[in-house]
């Protein structure tokens, strides 16, 4: 079935520092995919996606581009603030069986100031 | 997006006892979805709730101890039932935006520590 992997954390990056956060998928078909952040006692919000290869989805400063051949969507930002310090989920829909949508495991990000 | 709204932020309840979740809409929405997240967890889909007809649930969870309603296009309800320690999470109500290209839009979320 459809799955998400992607990197172990805590990620802990000094403020100013580029962010990097794997994530690859397994899917059959041409799934979409996401990027949810969840900060400390909220719910998760929808931060960036792609619906197809080659997009690159983009918002706040990050970024991830859809690649089918490596089938990866790996989250950047060129400079992290203290405020970036959040859950980041990688996310798919396969747009098969449903709409159900597939979460990794998250990688939680500390930004020191 | 859609904006929704959902309570109770967070609650400690008795072993035992049940805990009746709400998440508003303010859109019409075909479908609900229920996930919960235990600590330290990804996301977990509990249901999908459709309005008009009983609720679609994953493996490992079953109406009995995760009853749901869905009485209109903007409402919906998880209740917790007959809950014990392992029931501690959290609970998110979601929703389709726009097709499900578009993503999904999360409730805040409902703490449930149970004691």
């Known amino acids: 079935g459809d799955s998400v992997t992607q990197m172990e954390g805590p990620v802990t990056l000094s403020e100013e520092a580029f962010l990097t956060i794997n994530c690859t998928y397994t899917?059959?078909?041409?799934?979409?995919l996401f990027w949810y952040v969840q900060y400390p006692g909220e719910g998760l919000q929808l931060l960036l996606k792609?619906?197809?290869?080659?997009d690159k989805g983009s918002n706040k400063g990050f970024e991830a581009t859809y690649r089918k051949e490596t089938t990866s969507f790996h989250l950047e930002k060129g400079s992290v603030q203290v405020s970036d310090s959040a859950v980041y989920f990688c996310?798919?829909?396969?747009?098969?069986?449903?709409?159900?949508?597939?979460f990794g495991a998250g990688t939680r990000l500390f930004v020191k100031a | 997006s859609a904006v929704i709204s959902q309570k109770p932020s967070r609650d400690i309840c008795q072993r035992g006892t049940s805990l009746t979740i709400q998440c508003q809409v303010d859109s019409q929405v075909t479908m609900m979805f229920w996930y919960r997240q235990q600590p330290g967890q990804s996301l977990t889909l509990i249901a999908t709730?459709?309005?008009?007809?009983?609720?679609?649930?994953e493996s490992g969870f079953v109406i009995d101890k995760f009853p749901i309603s869905r009485p209109n296009l903007t409402f919906s309800t998880l209740t917790v039932s007959n809950m014990s320690p392992e029931d501690s999470s959290i609970y998110l109500c979601s929703v389709e935006d726009e097709g499900s290209n578009y993503g999904y839009t999360f409730g805040s979320g409902t703490r449930l520590t149970v004691v």
């Open positions: 899917a059959t078909g041409y799934p979409s």
């Open positions: 792609a619906t197809k290869a080659d």
């Open positions: 709730a459709n309005q008009g007809s009983e609720a679609t649930y």
């Open positions: 996310a798919l829909n396969g747009n098969t069986g449903g709409f159900k949508t597939i």
